[in-house]
């Protein structure tokens, strides 16, 4: 290219005038680039309907959902991370821990900021332990695996509340521990398949063991939630 | 030059070695081994690191590798960035787990800081060892409640979860409070006296965390509602973890005077009873609380509720 544009000055202009046989073969390729833009975002997102906005987010919401329920190692939940998942759940989770026992001075379960604070803060806690320890994953990204796989632990809380409608017995306790288990384990599991790549093999054990704690106290949360009568 | 070969004759226990050292390239590898020694030293007083690496140093070579990592070594970012505080942070699983068992079974004359932390203090047990006894006393607390009164049918069972948070703040202030304070007296008393031995803050609160691991098994055990299992598991979590500390602090106070040395042991071994006693009485108090309700039942004929708890 640089060759072309130097002949084609009228600095050189005198060299027409040598008498040279034919045509000065070139060799390259010349390429013009063409004003057509190849990313999305040079697409404008202002002029398409809102309705078309917020079902893209909520797409982006359902496939990360169906990720965490069928765990396999996939890069899309770590790729385009997003936040809005986690707070649904939380806030979902917080709401349904309330119980009704707001009246009782005997109040003993946790409140909606406890069950917040718990939920952020722990996965704050964890992803900065993770950090600490070498991880290559991003704050965001590891909040938005955390707070994902907490999908599992809401789905048991709404079985407990429907189980719990129909008496709290013995049995009806039976059927919530295996359930809280059941879910417990299963978040652990998703959310260690996605961020169990991001360590060091020798400090494995010492990132999941957090992960463990914090579902586990969820789940213990959700198992001694009881109504008020 | 003068200097650096006095520095030599003080340090080098043989004089044979001074006929190896000529030339440039050693004189420069000693000082910089000497920053390298020097910054070792407000860490250990011992003597020891700085006479092995001089004995080493025959081959300029080798050297100029171990000044290299050396000097790697030593460097620290300054404290506001994050990788300062993952210096605090290099362990393994392995390492964790031999602290671990290590803290659980004390022997006399192992040191705990000499045996496994080997100048690597970390952060990461202290502070997740914490963070699970704080959740598995207050689990354990709710558990051993709702054993105790299964079968009443006036007891409501309430998730108590406010005792978690006055768990995690007494949990947390005694794991790196009291360090703060006996490291603060440790490095007075050694402004007074010389000792061989000293710690720095960050392996104090490393002993202290690793300590506190053995209450965990013995805080589940405490869900079994008979006094003598529970009295049984706190005394022998009390010698654990107390022979640990004592085992751990008094080669750093015994040059001290006798009385001085005692007075502090017996405050570190104070605070720890303390501890352990205290949280006993707070999340556990209900097989007491539900005798003195029988009593009162056999007593008076009424059933007192049985949901006042000693708070």
């Known amino acids: 290219m640089a060759e072309v544009d130097e002949l084609s000055k009228p600095m050189f202009a005198g060299l027409s005038d040598v008498s040279i046989s034919g045509d000065i073969p070139v060799e390259g390729e010349i390429n013009v680039p063409v004003g057509t833009p190849s990313h999305d975002d040079e697409y404008s997102t202002l002029d398409e309907p809102v309705k078309d906005t917020i079902l893209r987010d909520l797409k982006a919401v359902g496939k990360k959902f169906v990720h965490v329920m069928y765990p396999k190692k996939s890069s899309a939940l770590l790729r385009d991370w997003d936040l809005w998942g986690p707070l649904l759940l939380c806030v979902t989770l917080a709401l349904m821990l309330q119980g009704g026992s707001v009246d009782s001075k005997e109040d003993g379960g946790p409140q909606f900021a406890e069950v917040f604070v718990i939920i952020w803060f722990g996965s704050v806690i964890i992803t900065l332990n993770s950090k600490l320890l070498g991880g290559t994953i991003s704050f965001f990204q590891s909040l938005c695996v955390l707070g994902y796989c907490i999908m599992p632990l809401t789905v048991a809380m709404v079985v407990c509340r429907l189980v719990l409608l129909g008496g709290s017995g013995m049995v009806s306790f039976i059927v919530r521990l295996i359930v809280v288990t059941a879910s417990f384990s299963w978040s652990t599991f998703a959310s260690t398949a996605f961020l169990a790549d991001c360590q060091p093999s020798n400090r494995k054990a010492l990132v999941v063991y957090p992960v463990f704690l914090f579902y586990f106290v969820i789940g213990w949360m959700i198992l001694t939630f009881s109504p008020s009568a | ?311």
Request: glycine share 6%.
């Open chain 2, 1 to 311: 030059m003068a200097a650096n070969s006095d520095f030599l004759l003080q340090f080098q226990e043989f004089d044979s070695s001074e006929s190896h050292l000529g030339g440039i390239g050693d004189a420069t590898t000693i000082s910089i081994e000497d920053t390298a020694a020097g910054s070792h030293n407000p860490q250990k007083q011992r003597r020891s690191a700085p006479v092995t690496s001089f004995e080493e140093d025959n081959d300029p070579l080798a050297n100029d590798d171990k000044t290299e990592l050396l000097s790697g070594q030593k460097k620290s970012a300054p404290f506001w960035t994050f990788e300062y505080y993952q210096r605090f942070f290099d362990v393994e699983t392995h390492q964790v787990r031999r602290r671990i068992l290590g803290s659980l079974l004390p022997w006399p004359g192992k040191n705990f800081v000499h045996l496994y932390i080997h100048n690597n203090p970390d952060l990461y047990g202290p502070f997740w060892i914490c963070a699970t006894l704080v959740f598995v006393i207050a689990i354990c607390g709710n558990i051993s409640d709702f054993l105790v009164f299964l079968g009443e049918p006036q007891y409501k069972y309430v998730p108590e979860f406010r005792k978690v948070t006055i768990a995690a703040t007494a949990i947390y202030s005694y794991a790196w409070l009291v360090p703060l304070a006996l490291w603060g007296l440790l490095v007075w008393r050694n402004s007074k006296v010389m000792n061989v031995v000293s710690y720095s803050f960050l392996e104090i609160v490393c002993v202290y965390g690793y300590s506190l691991a053995v209450y965990i098994p013995a805080v589940v055990l405490w869900i079994i509602p008979y006094e003598a299992v529970r009295w049984l598991s706190i005394v022998v979590a009390l010698c654990l973890s107390g022979s640990v500390l004592v085992l751990t602090f008094w080669p750093a106070v015994r040059d001290d005077q006798p009385r001085v040395a005692i007075a502090i042991m017996t405050a570190v071994v104070a605070l720890h009873v303390l501890l352990a006693f205290g949280c006993k009485a707070y999340f556990f108090s209900t097989l007491e609380v539900k005798h003195t309700a029988v009593d009162a039942v056999a007593g008076h004929g009424t059933k007192s509720p049985p949901t006042t708890k000693i708070q």
